[in-house]
């Protein structure tokens, strides 16, 4: 032997990691090394002559898979050999190799040469994340569907609490300082149960990447000045100067107002929330390296270069300690930075550090310059910013926004001269959730008519004839759907669904509007009203 086929022998027979077994051409074993003997646990007496078959589990030998190895290494040169192998002493380990084809000078078929490693443990390793990333998977689901049920079972009680409180607006007499107190409370803490449960579901829309937008042409001076409104309570509660700079050009957006209100509102909340009473807020709108500029400011806390980042991950607060308790899930940032970048933007923060403050910025490509979009007042010129002061104090904040005189809608006077649409028939399992809707309505004027269930519905539509059907979605016995598909089918009453569901693409179109609880009722009564 040549010394290179000689050196190559040796490193054969030696190699210890390996298992190198030559195998004849009827598959049996013709040479044996020590990383055989060390792998599969027979000496070289015990093996030669035998089958490889025996290495085998007694599932592969029953489906013939050693003869297909073979098989295949004749016909293509080499077949891999990657599973279960089975030890003398019976034990398994995992088999990471593969068999090769050999031929002499002439091409005839001389046998295989196969190589086999234990790999076991990398093998047991990989089940065992895969079995803890497949845990996740499902917790993750089972998380997703209890903050999607959990935020239907909220809104159901908190809708008839709205209602109730708007009915109560038209009883209590103005002059009960008290009773008008204790009801605004009530109304602005319905309000924020109200974000807290839409912030819930938003979670489970980003998760399974379901958050949709609907696009239009917006200006972000009114979404701006929408989402200070929303805030307006909070801000005021907590004795906060917030100081509004706005460019007086219109910025013109194509965005969903929606969305990107609700991510300005998160922003302005989180500097509010983490702000000490009597604290300054800035809120800056503008252009900025041909980009919409959002920029909300605080002299609050501050954050450390390490929660920087980590406050835009999903459920994670600053550590504030016991002493302050600014509430909140930990979600309104994770839900802005999502909304943002669905519109093609960003969302960054910075702070100073501990104790300084800190300043988020939201940027959004703009779909027509500022310049091109002005819009002229009397003289020609560029009329000042939609947003009413420059500067806003609490106070001013309060007289930019609603009056409380318009504040405080009388629902019966809302809707003018009486409505044409005079029965309605209104289909809600939830008790209270239904009697409040349905004074509500008695007292806009109109008539109304109650079903608990959708047999009851389907009963009473096709019976009395009813002008409109307002629809829960979640019912017994016959579900909302299945009441608006045999309402289609049959009638053309229009059909309003009002549920603690929020509305699935597919399934919405049933309906002519869709409202999702607990709804304002100045918003239901204007889309009764839309359907004259």
């Known amino acids: 032997m040549d010394p290179t086929g000689e050196l190559l022998a040796a490193w054969v027979d030696s190699a210890r990691d390996y298992a190198i077994i030559l195998v004849d051409p009827e598959g049996r074993v013709a ?21 490889i078959e025996i290495f085998f589990t007694t599932e592969d030998r029953q489906k013939g898979v050693p003869q297909r190895e073979m098989a295949e ?36 078929l001389r046998g295989f040469v196969k190589v086999m490693r234990d790999l076991t443990e990398r093998k047991l390793m990989e089940e065992r994340l895969r079995a803890r990333t497949e845990e996740l998977v499902a917790v993750d689901r089972r998380r997703n569907e209890f903050l999607s049920m959990l935020s239907h079972e909220l809104r159901n009680p908190l809708a008839p609490i709205l209602t109730g409180v ?27 149960l109200k974000r807290i449960v839409d912030d819930l579901l938003d979670v489970s829309r980003i998760s399974l990447n379901r958050i949709e937008l609907h696009p239009s042409s917006i200006d972000l001076v009114e979404i701006a000045s929408r989402a200070i409104e929303s805030v307006r309570p909070l801000i005021e509660t907590r004795r906060h100067t917030l100081t509004v700079t706005a460019d007086p050009a219109s910025i013109l957006l194509s965005g969903d107002p929606v969305r990107l209100e609700q991510a300005i509102v998160a922003l302005l909340s989180n500097a ?30 501050g954050l450390s270069s390490e929660m920087l980042e980590r406050v835009f991950e999903m459920f994670v607060q600053a550590d504030q300690g016991l ?3 600014p509430g ?11 909304l943002v970048r669905l519109h093609g933007g960003t969302l960054d923060g910075a702070s100073s550090g501990p104790g300084q403050g800190a300043v988020f910025t939201i940027r959004l490509p703009t779909s027509v310059a500022a310049e091109q979009w002005r819009e002229p007042g009397a003289d020609g010129h560029a009329e000042a910013s939609r947003i009413p002061a420059a500067r806003w104090t609490t106070e001013g904040i309060a007289a930019a926004g609603r009056s409380e005189t318009q504040s405080d809608i ?33 007292r806009a004027g109109y008539a109304v008519e109650l079903a608990r269930d959708g047999e009851e519905a389907l009963e009473k539509a096709f019976r009395l004839r009813p002008n409109l059907v307002i629809l829960d979605v979640g019912l017994p016995r016959v579900d909302g759907y299945a009441v608006a598909r045999e309402l289609r089918r049959q009638t053309n009453i229009p059909l309003v669904a009002l549920s603690a569901y929020a509305p699935e693409e597919s399934t919405s179109l049933l309906f002519d509007a869709y409202l999702v609880k607990p709804v304002e009722p100045d918003e239901l009564v204007q889309v009764l009203a839309s359907r004259r």
């Not at 000490?276 to 807020?281: A, E, L, V």
């Not at 909140?328 to 999502?338: D, E, F, N, Q, Y």
């Open 272 to 301: 509010a929330k983490f702000t000490d009473p009597g604290g300054r807020i800035g809120l800056t709108l503008g252009l900025e390296g041909g980009k919409a500029m959002v920029k909300v400011q605080d002299d609050g806390p």
């Open 73 to 108: 290494a004749t016909a293509r040169g080499r077949a891999s050999d990657d599973r279960w192998h089975v030890r003398k002493d019976d034990s398994r380990f995992w088999c990471s190799g593969v068999l090769m084809r050999v031929r002499d000078d002439s091409g005839e």
């Open 410 to 442: 009388n629902v019966g006077d809302s809707l003018g001269n009486p409505p044409v649409i005079r029965r309605i028939l209104l289909v809600d399992d939830n008790i209270d959730a239904a009697r409040s809707t349905e004074i509500l309505l008695r």
């Open 323 to 325: 002493a302050r308790s």
């Open 166 to 192: 708007y009915i109560l607006r038209d009883l209590l007499p103005s002059t009960d300082s008290v009773a008008r107190e204790t009801r605004d409370m009530i109304e602005r803490q319905v309000t924020v």
């Open 31 to 51: 040479t044996w090394n020590v990383g055989a003997e060390r792998i599969l646990g027979y000496s070289e007496s015990e093996v030669i002559g035998r089958s």
């Open 328 to 338: 909140g899930l930990g979600i309104g940032l994770t839900l802005a930075r999502h």
